[in-house]
């Protein structure tokens, strides 16, 4: 008989299995094919523990991305606007060039299968709402998260999707400074 | 026997039958599994003359989507720069949000597995090109095809996949305006 676990310690155990589960299937290629079924196959945790804790097979997808965004691409604060935005726009041309890229894109795509209006990685936006914030409170004028997702963001990806040659770091700042530009007084 | 057919005509009813096998394997589905064998099997054409014809499975996808835009969707000529534009992102806001949209997705994410650099629905950007040199050469100053490419069209499809929630016709034309404040001296 194993000694008691801590619930705390279990919970971890059963999130890190599951996670790597889908990331390993993610990585494999399996996600057209992707369930919680599967998950719980691959990740030995039981079917209705994965229902329980995240619901659905997007809230799950969703879950370990930004997980690995938290991890791996923090949101910067580097204590100017500019810095954060261009830090984080190259942040996000790197990731989108690397494999983490096709993982996302993958993840979206997943996601957009949802009911329509289900939002994708909302928790990464209100770490980016954050960022702008803090902008705001040193008295810059930061854009709206949905103009940065629009002028920097979206380019960012559509190149990596579309022409399968993501942007470098110079078309990167380009983006951010269109962005400043929209309105002149945002510029710090 | 049948009788001999002009070879004109087989080609094309060639070119018809492997186009709706994509089509219907998209639809379904089925494009993570996508390759020449599948269509070939779907289609009752022969591997070998869609190799030939096409070369790789990215070209044939892509011959497909360009296809299905040029029919559906043709790039408009209404006279005036702004009046192309907006009437081009009203229609992808629309496309995107229909079945076709997830279709250019997948055709997308299927293009990105190939060789870095290869452009996908390069024939389309031709088609704006031409739109964009119309208005210059009515004297009007259009964007560059990238800054029409990043500024409307990146967000709509930004939009369709990671908030699972099509941005409308007011938007569209919100993303135009934003285009030709780019520049002042652009707008007609």
């Known amino acids: 008989m ?38 719980a196959e691959r990740s030995g945790v039981h079917q209705a523990t994965i229902y329980r804790r995240w619901g659905t097979l997007n809230a799950l997808v969703d879950d370990v991305v930004v997980e690995r ?9 580097t204590g100017t606007l500019r810095g954060d935005l261009e830090a984080y ?11 983490l890229g096709s993982l996302y894109l993958r993840a979206a795509m997943i996601g957009s299968r949802g009911p329509e209006g289900e939002t994708f990685l909302i928790e990464r936006g209100v770490q980016l709402q954050n960022m702008l914030d803090r902008a705001a409170g040193r008295g810059e004028r930061p854009p709206t998260l949905l ?16 022409f399968n040659r993501p942007a470098g770091p110079d078309h990167a700042r380009t983006l951010v400074d269109r962005l400043l530009s929209l309105n ?3 510029r710090p």
């Open 2 to 39: 194993q000694p008691a676990q801590r619930p705390g310690g279990r919970t971890a155990r059963v999130r890190t299995a599951v996670h790597e589960a889908v990331l390993d299937l993610l990585r494999e290629d399996k996600w057209d094919d992707l369930s919680i079924a599967v998950v």
């Open 69 to 77: 965004l938290s991890q791996g691409s923090p949101v910067p604060d």
């Open 89 to 99: 726009a190259l942040q996000v041309a790197e990731d989108v060039a690397g494999p």
């Open 147 to 162: 103009e940065l997702m629009e002028v920097v963001i979206a380019p960012l990806y559509y190149h990596a999707m579309f």
């Open 184 to 186: 002149p007084q945002i």
